[in-house]
T-cell receptor, first 110, second 116 residues
């Protein structure tokens, strides 16, 4: 059973701080990794994709991938209350489907 | 709006009834996926199409579930003889042909199903 694990949270950070979200996966052959943001009652929104070891930055978001440790993370700099949501880590398996973690709930305190 | 669209957005039905959901993918996206999400969980894969061909089905997809994409454009997901355990958000996603960018899946707004 291929798995993607996330801490359910909530992760609470003050406004302006860095939020760090983590994810581990079990399938060593995975090559594509994604972070989705999901507001309550809404559908997932793709915010970052990463395919190579190292860091990938997009605005206030940085995704980090370590395939040897089977670890993906998402950093959100200068966190805003509007960033409060559930963040889903997803891994593409050997076909085209995504395997999702159960998500980490982030709460940014004003 | 050129994103993925789904219809209806909400469906309330009685146990035992049949329901059908529609998904229209992003134009020119040849892959279309169906997922199901329950409260507190991430989306779970149900099935996916490349053009009109259904290439993979999850074991979650019992015989009561059927999906089609007859002309390689929109797709329908039908649930027959609904059960209370079918209550969930049904999500459709699509992705473009190509290399790495083709792995990125974009979700529609979902159809929330409530079975009474």
């Amino acid at each position: 059973q291929k798995e993607v694990e996330q801490n359910s949270g909530p992760l609470s950070v003050p406004e302006g701080a860095i939020a760090s979200l983590n994810c581990t996966y079990s399938d060593r052959v995975s090559q594509s990794f994604f972070w989705y943001r999901q507001y309550s009652g809404k559908s997932p929104e793709l915010i970052m994709s990463i395919y190579s070891n190292g860091d990938k930055e997009d605005g206030r978001f940085t995704a980090q991938l370590n395939k040897a440790s089977q670890y993906v993370s998402l950093l959100i700099r200068d966190s805003q209350p509007s960033d409060s949501a559930t963040y889903l880590c997803a891994v593409k398996d050997s076909s085209y489907k995504l395997i999702f973690g159960s998500g980490t709930r982030l709460l940014v305190r004003p | 709006d050129t994103g993925v669209s789904q219809d209806p957005r909400h469906k309330i039905t009685k146990r035992g009834q049949n329901v059908t959901f529609r998904c229209d993918p992003i134009s020119e996206h040849n892959r279309l996926y169906w997922y199901r999400q329950t409260l507190g969980q991430g989306p779970e894969f149900l099935t996916y199409f490349q053009n009109e061909a259904q290439l993979e089905k999850s074991r979650l997809l019992s015989d009561r579930f059927s999906a089609e994409r007859p002309k390689g454009s929109f797709s329908t997901l039908e649930i027959q003889r609904t059960e209370q355990g079918d209550s969930a958000m049904y999500l459709c996603a699509s992705s473009a042909p190509g290399t790495r960018s083709g792995d990125e899946q974009f979700f529609g707004p979902g159809t929330r199903l409530t079975v009474l």
